[in-house]
C-alpha cells in the first residue's frame, strides 16, 4: 500500500511516501526549486517520492494532507472579523489566494498528481503528533507539539499508544509561543518563519534583563505551562508586522533594521525570551507528565527546533527519555500525515522496540550514483581526483586536520533542516578560528552564529554532559567541564560578541559562549562512511569530534543536487569538496563567471 504525504502553502512545502508503513522517501521542496522555505504546492518534491517509491500517481492508494483548508480558513475570517476594520491591507492580500488556490485541496492534488482516490485531512496539530509519536521508537509515549499556529490549535499534547494518537488538551489561537518567539525574531531585525535559530543562537551573548517584563506584560504564564498573550502588544492577528508601536514603546525602541549592527539590547532581548520559552517548554512538560504518568516524551512543531530548551527538557524535567521529529517543523507535517493515515486511519499494528526510530537517520532525499556524479563533472570538465572508497575516510581526515573546509556530499540528501552527514560542510573543532572562518568566509552570515559538532556515538560522554544518543542535532548539551579551558579574569570581563574571541574548550570552534553545544552523535548503522571518516580523524588526532555545519551558505537552501554542490563549493573559500569518490581541490578549479543575482540573494536575506 502506498500513501503519499503532503504539507504545503504555508512554509517549508514538503512530500513523503510511506509504502507498507515504511518511510521510502521523503523532501522538503525548497531543495528542488532552490527557494528557501518555498510553501509552493510541492509538485518537485511529490515527483521524487513518487519516483523513488517506483509509482505513478494514479498507484497510490490514498493522499494526505497536513491540515484542515476549510477550518484554517474559518480562523482566518474569524480573526479578520473580530478586528474589522483594521488590517484590511492584510486581508486583501490574503483572501485571493485562498479563494484560487488553498480552498480548492482535494482538485488541486488530484490536478497535480494525476489521482483519483481517497484524500484524508487530519488536523495541522495531528500530523504534528503522529510524525513524533509514530515515528519514535517508543511503543507508548506522551507528547508535546509546539509551533505558531494550525487551524486553531497552537500548542497540544496527548498520549501515544500502539498505533493510536489521542490529543488530551490544545491551546487555541492567537496565544501562540512560537508566535511569541517570531515576534521577537521580528523585533530583533530577522525574518520571521527562517531567523527563529538565530535568535536562539545569539540568546547567549545576552542577559535576561526583560524576562520579567514579557511575563508581566505580553504573557499571563499559569504553573501547567498555559498561558494568554497580551494582544495589545502585537500585530500579527491582522497586520503585516509581528508587533505594533505599544510593544516598542515597553522595550525602548523600534525593530531592528534588517542587516544593521546588532545591539547589546538585542542580545538581551534574545535571551530573554529564550529563558521564557525554556520555562514555558519545562512547565508544560512537568504537567504532561503529571497528567500522563508516561516516561518517555515526543516532540513536534517548530518550537521542538529549539534544541536549547529541548535539551532543558532531558536534563530538568520529570522524563526518563524524550524524542525529537528531526523535521519537527511545518515538512514534517508530510510525514505525520501519511503515518496517520497508515496507523490512525486503517489501523494498522505497529511495533517498537524502545530504541530504533523509524526516522532512521533521516536521509530520505535523493541520493546520486558514481557515474551521475563522475558523469556530471567530466561533462563540465571539472578538475578531480578519483578516490577508492576505502580511503576516503582517511583522506578527508588528514584534510580536516590540515585546517581545510570539505564540502562533504554523500549519500542521501537529509529530510528536515539540519545537515545529518549527507549534505554537510565539515571542519576541525580544535581549531580556534574555525567559527569564524567558517561564518565569514564560507556561509556569509553573522559571525555569532555557533556551529554544531558531530561525535561518535560511543564517545559523546567524554566530550559533554550527555549520556544518551542525539542523532538529529535536535538537543543542547554543556561541554564537559575536564574538556573546558579556564578563563583569565579579562576574559571573564568580556561582554557581548567580545565573547566569540574566547577559547573555552578543546573543541572551540563547537563551544558556544554559554559552554554548550548543538550535539550529533554519529553511529556506523545509519551513516557508515561519515562514522568511519570521523573515527580515522579521531584515532589519529585523539579528537572524535569535527564541526558539522549544512551545505548552503545564507539565504540558501542546503544542496541537492551535485551541481548545486559545486556551485555553493566555488562561490564560497570552501578548500576542497568530496563528492561519492571524486576529490575536488578549488586550487585547480577555474573561477565562476561573477553571479551578481546571486551575490544580492543571499545579501538580503
Known sequence: MNILGISAFYHDSAACLVKDGAIVAAAQEERFTRIKHDFAFPNHAVNYCLKQGGIEGDQLDYVCFYDKPFIKFERILETYLAYAPSGIRSFMMAIPLWIKQKLWMKELIKDQIHYQGMILFPEHHESHAASAFFASPFQEAAFLTIDGVGEWTTTSYGLGRNNQIQILSELHFPHSLGLLYSAFT??????????????????????????????????????DGSFRLNMDYFNYCTGLTMTNAKFNRLFGGPPRKPESDVTQRDMDLARSVQDVTEEVMLRMAKHIHCETGQKNLCLAGGVA???????????????????????????????????????????????????????????WGPDFSRDEIGCY??????????????????????????????????????????????????????????????????????????????????????YFDLDRESPYMLIVAPVKESIRRKMTQEEQSYFGLDKLHVVRSVIPAVTHVDYSARVQTVTEETNPLYYRMIKVFGEKNDCPVIINTSFNVRGEPIVCTPEDAYL??????????????????????????????????????
Request: proline share 5%; net charge neutral; glycine share 10%.
Open 568 to 605: 555553493c563549493f566555488m562561490r564560497t573559500n570552501m578548500d576542497y569538496l568530496i563528492m561519492g569518490n571524486y576529490l575536488l581541490n578549488k586550487e585547480d578549479q577555474k573561477p565562476l563567471e561573477q553571479d551578481i543575482n546571486w551575490q544580492k540573494k543571499f545579501e538580503n536575506d
Open 377 to 462: 563533472l567530466r561533462g563540465k570538465s571539472i578538475p578531480f581526483e578519483e578516490i577508492p572508497d576505502g580511503d576516503i575516510p582517511e583522506k578527508v581526515a588528514d584534510l580536516i586536520a590540515a585546517q581545510k573546509t570539505i564540502g562533504w556530499f554523500q549519500g542521501r540528501m537529509e529530510f528536515g533542516p539540519r545537515a545529518l552527514g549527507g549534505r554537510s560542510i565539515i571542519g576541525d573543532a580544535r581549531s580556534p578560528k574555525m567559527q569564524e572562518i567558517m561564518n565569514l568566509k564560507i556561509k556569509f552570515r553573522e559571525s555569532f552564529r555557533p556551529f554544531a559538532p558531530s561525535v561518535l556515538k560511543e564517545k559523546v560522554s567524554d
Open 186 to 223: 521580528y523585533y530583533t531585525g530577522f525574518k520571521v518563519n527562517s531567523g527563529e535559530y538565530k535568535v536562539m543562537g545569539l540568546a547567549p551573548y545576552g542577559r535576561p534583563v526583560y524576562r520579567d517584563l514579557i511575563l508581566s506584560e505580553l504573557m499571563d504564564l499559569k504553573e
Open 305 to 363: 527546533l529549539n534544541c536549547v530548551g529541548n535539551g532543558r527538557v532531558l536534563r530538568e524535567g520529570p522524563f526518563e527519555n524524550i524524542w525529537i521529529q528531526p523535521a519537527a517543523g511545518d515538512a514534517g507535517g508530510a510525514v505525520g500525515a501519511a503515518l496517520f493515515a497508515w496507523y490512525q486511519y486503517l489501523d494498522n499494528q505497529r511495533t517498537a522496540d524502545g530504541r530504533n526510530d523509524f526516522m532512521k537517520g533521516s536521509f
